[in-house]
């Protein structure tokens, strides 16, 4: 038996080969896995040897060879193969393992040109897995490190031969692994291309879940290869439940609201949008102030933090129904009193990385994929115009505050803020009128009171109706895109309550 070993990354590769060895098999390696293994004290046989060829043109070719592929590839149970293979004094491989040089990561070496990516690109590697694949009947094709230990097993209670279905899942893995890698490359040549002909990106699964958005429905988590981070890239998990589908999706709401909040910030999650955002100077004062915007919707609510949380302020989440909690850390006594509540999903999230700016935005359609630039940031307030009134500091925080909010809101979104909280959000409306009918109710029921409120709407007003019932609610500066045909009687609205306006010029819908 022969097996064929060209890795990147040698985890585990000494005792996965000298566990090869010990079967019988006889070890043929190029370049550096050769000499790792000789440095082992392990009998290797180099591919130059095979080939009757010294590597070539700077190590460009090393395995492509029909000496090579031709006894991975052999059918053995074709005699005309065979025949070939003897007459031609090729001897079969009965097992492939290599693992491939991760791109994504020669990307983001600063010391690479263009020249030195480009000899990055890995040729032999994916052949050989592409080719041992494709025979997976004959040929056992390990693509990873942690398949070693499973594949050994195998081969020890098999006697040098793995189950049919190992190899053929073996195979499945190999494949991504292989176009994952060509995905990892052709991105980065269409990196200028802004919306590529074929768009190839490509993930890989981080966890699987219990269920998807509904416990009929199956579903996993994947993480994009290439991205700066991701969701749960630099999170623990202290304590409570798996995290589900519809963990993940607020989760991941509330990460991206909080990201763009400085000061200590508080952001409450409730089915993918915020029902609860403050800031304030303490992150105590945050989390009440987010807690008192909407205390009802907040059960059962995603809360994240943006500092950690101290022994109070654990003792006072626990008081409520969370089901996840996620701050850059947690005092010892925070985390003796939120033991309480074992069911809380309590993550230390210690990603200090900022997001992506040129990350791209996902929404699954029927058959198809819609692909966009993420809505990051706001605009400028050097931009925005105050088309009626005079906002002062005080109030151009809050129309600040709620436009960031409101950004993140389903639309048609409606934000009511004052004194850089949430007291109402109106949200997913089919007219702009209800979502703030919505907002509105939502402030009178929990007994906030609007005078003095800042107003954001994620779009124009199409009418001033919209607006009048705000004012006369007693909400005194809004901020809107504008773009109506019929601005001028919305501003007319407006300005005849003696109240202010800005145009931002930006709409933010989220759908």
């Not at 279905?165 to 890698?181: C, D, G, H, I, V």
């Not at 050097?382 to 436009?403: H, I, K, N, R, Y």
Request: net charge negative; glycine share 10%; aromatic share 8%.
């Amino acid at each position: 038996m022969r097996a064929l070993i060209s890795v990147y990354d040698k985890t585990g590769l000494e005792p996965f080969a000298r566990g090869l060895a010990e079967l019988g098999f006889e070890l043929v390696a190029s370049g550096g896995t050769a000499a790792e293994l000789v440095g082992a004290g392990l009998a290797v046989t180099e591919v130059e040897h095979v080939t009757g060829f010294p590597e070539l043109l700077d190590g460009r070719v090393k395995t492509l060879h029909p000496r090579i592929h031709a006894g991975i590839l052999a059918r053995r149970d074709r005699e005309e193969d065979l025949a070939a293979l003897s007459e031609h004094g090729i001897e079969t491989f009965d097992l492939v393992c290599v693992n491939l040089y991760p791109f994504e990561v020669a990307v983001d070496r600063p010391e690479l040109d263009e020249a030195g990516l480009i000899e990055m690109i890995d040729v032999g590697g994916p052949a050989l897995l592409r080719a041992a694949a494709k025979n997976f009947v004959s040929v056992t094709v390990v693509a990873r490190a942690q398949d070693y230990e499973e594949v050994l097993g195998e081969l020890r209670a098999g006697e040098g031969t793995p189950t049919p279905e190992l190899r053929r899942r073996l195979a499945a893995t190999a494949f991504a692994r292989s176009a994952a890698y060509e995905s990892a490359i052709a991105r980065w040549f269409q990196r200028e291309a802004g919306f590529p002909e074929t768009f190839v990106p490509s993930f890989d699964r981080v966890r699987e879940l219990p269920y998807g958005e509904n416990p009929h429905q199956r579903g996993a988590y994947y993480a994009e290869r290439g991205a700066r981070t991701h969701l749960l890239g630099f999170v623990q998990q202290l304590q409570g439940k798996e995290l589900s589908f519809n963990n993940l999706g607020d989760l991941s709401a509330a990460r991206l609201l909080a990201a763009e909040l400085d000061r200590p910030a508080c952001v409450i999650v409730k089915h993918a949008n915020p029902c609860g955002v403050a800031v304030g100077g303490r992150i105590e004062d945050a989390y009440a102030g987010a807690l008192a915007s909407d205390p009802q919707s907040a059960y059962g609510g995603i809360v994240a933090l943006n500092r950690p949380v101290r022994g109070a302020l654990g003792a006072r989440i626990a008081e409520q129904f969370v089901e996840v909690l996620t701050a850059p850390g947690f005092e010892e006594s925070a985390l003796e009193a939120l033991q309480a509540k074992q069911a809380t999903r309590i993550l230390v999230d210690r990603e200090r990385r900022r997001f992506d700016p040129g990350e791209r935005d996902y929404k699954r359609v029927l058959g198809g994929l819609l692909v966009q630039d993420r809505d990051w940031g706001v605009e400028d307030r050097q931009g925005m115009e105050a088309v009626c009134g005079s906002p002062d500091e005080t109030v151009w925080g809050d129309l600040l505050f709620a436009w960031r909010v409101c950004k993140h809101v389903s639309s048609n979104a409606i934000v009511l803020v004052k004194d850089l909280r949430t007291l109402g959000v109106g949200a997913g409306q089919m007219s702009r009128v209800d979502a703030v009918r919505l907002a509105l109710a939502k402030a009178r029921d929990h007994g906030h009171d609007l005078d003095g409120a800042a107003l954001a709407s994620d779009a124009f007003f199409p009418f001033p109706d919209g607006p009048q019932l705000a004012l006369d609610a007693g909400v005194t500066a809004l901020i809107q895109p504008g773009g109506s045909k019929r601005d001028g009687e919305v501003v007319e609205a407006v300005s005849a309550a003696g109240a202010a306006m800005v145009f931002t010029g930006r709409r933010h819908f989220r759908h």
